[in-house]
């Protein structure tokens, strides 16, 4: 039985240092970045997944925090995305704050695109807000503060993780495969997750690395 494959763009929005680039190389690499390296423009993974007779070509693209100023991507891919992810870490209160921020920014390329929609149809793109590392004991904030914020936004997923110890980093894209082909159930045994992902840096040639280890990180 041929696999359908289904190409999907998903960008990944949030503030420095709070485990964006992180999160995407657990699930595309395997890998904890032990030092910190601060994303400059833009980062872009891809990685396979197989879920049952469907192949999902994740094409990840990885943004610095100063996304919404910048606008480092090129428009078409905004208005092409599949879905949105937005990142807060639990040591941080003003990444959580910031959320809406990226809300706003995301919603102005949904509303665009679902207007451009000449069959009048609005596409639904789900939206997750991730808050990660959730292994750390001092915590600035709970995720009932999160929820709440949320409460009357079906269309918005909030999932815990955490890319240090690597926990519900391939749960969160499981999630966002059931979004994305529409389906509200997974057996584990239809999934294969596929390791020849690759990993380039567009935009981003000459990365700062800083000298320090993020004794909190991600």
Known sequence: MNKKK???????????????????NQFAKQ?????YISTIGVDFYTKNLIIGDNTINFYLWDTNGEEIEKKYLPLNIYQNANSFLIV????????????PNYLDFISEFINKKNNNNIN?????????VIINKNDI????????????FFKDEPYINIVETSARNNNDINNLF???????????????NDIFNMHNS?????????????????????
């Open 6 to 24: 289904n190409g999907k763009i998903v960008i990944i929005l949030g503030d420095n240092e709070v485990g964006k680039t992180t999160i995407l």
């Open 31 to 35: 890998k904890f970045l032990t030092n």
């Open 88 to 99: 807060c870490s639990y040591d941080s209160l003003e990444s959580c704050r910031n959320i």
């Open 120 to 128: 009048n149809e609005s596409e639904n793109i789900p939206i997750f």
């Open 137 to 148: 004991k001092d915590k600035f904030f709970q995720k009932e503060t999160i929820c709440s």
């Open 174 to 188: 499981i999630q966002i495969s059931q979004k994305l082909l529409g389906i509200s159930f997974i057996e584990n």
């Open 198 to 218: 690759t990993n380039n840096l567009i935009l981003n040639t000459q990365p700062q690395q800083k000298n320090k280890k993020c004794n909190k990180c991600c």
